[in-house]
């Protein structure tokens, strides 16, 4: 089964730090994503990446950053967290295939910003 | 730009039943792929069932079917003799075909349905 690793599950982080959120999978995918959900607004797409050292904004990339120096590693970077940045994210990865393949999820991370 | 609508932000529906949650998506794009996707308490997202646009057969998955009215933007998840497991927000999702790398989920924004006893 392919699996998408989100190393934290719950962190609570001051204002004005440096988070960065880890994501890892294990089954070759081309493409990683961040997204981040909230109540009454669904998932929306931060960032994503199809290859190595690559990387597209998504709806909603203000405020963070990414990296992605290993095919299977993507990180999500906020430069100086804010209180409005308190939400749950989630990390996924496809791979590139013509049949529209199914995109795979991690089990989310909760960040709380005081 | 896409967009996908979820009407209904909250159902619910009596063990056994049947309940059809709605979706409406809007794109210029000929073909492309509908998702649904579920998530319960556990946050876990579950890919329910897929819809390619150039098939006409509605797709399914055991007790779940989809009605997919291409002409009217419409692709409606149909949920038969429901389970209390069936209990969990459900995502309508749209995609571009993958010709090209980086192709994202556009998500609706959700529908919570409960499921009692």
């Known amino acids: 089964d392919v699996k998408v690793t989100q190393s934290s599950r719950y962190l609570v982080k001051r204002t004005g730090e440096k988070v960065f959120l880890e994501c890892v999978q294990d089954?070759?995918?081309?493409?990683m994503f961040w997204y981040r959900q909230d109540p009454g607004l669904g998932l929306r797409l931060i960032y994503f990446?199809?290859?190595?050292?690559?990387?597209e904004k998504g709806d909603i990339p203000e405020g963070y950053s990414v990296s992605r120096e290993k095919k299977e590693r993507f990180s999500l970077i906020l430069e100086s967290a804010s209180t409005n940045q308190t939400s749950m994210y989630l990390c996924?990865?496809?791979?590139?295939?013509?049949?529209?393949?199914?995109?795979?999820f991690g089990e989310g991370s909760w960040l709380t910003v005081v | 730009a896409q967009t996908v609508t979820q009407s209904q932000p909250e159902m619910s529906v009596q063990e056994a039943e049947t309940v059809t949650l709605s979706c409406t998506y809007d794109t210029s794009e000929n073909n492309y792929y509908l998702f649904w996707y579920k998530q319960p308490p556990s946050r876990q997202m579950i890919l329910v069932i897929r819809q390619e646009a150039y098939k006409q057969q509605n797709a399914t998955e055991n007790r779940f079917s989809v009605n997919f009215q291409k002409a009217a933007k419409s692709f409606s998840l149909k949920i038969s003799d429901s389970q209390l497991g069936d209990t969990a927000m459900y995502f309508c999702a749209f995609m571009k075909p993958i010709y090209q790398a980086g192709t994202a989920l556009i998500f609706g924004k959700g529908t919570t349905l409960s499921v009692s006893s």
């Open positions: 990446s199809y290859d190595v050292k690559m990387k």
């Open positions: 996924a990865s496809s791979l590139v295939d013509r049949e529209g393949n199914t995109i795979y």
């Open positions: 089954m070759d995918h081309e493409n």
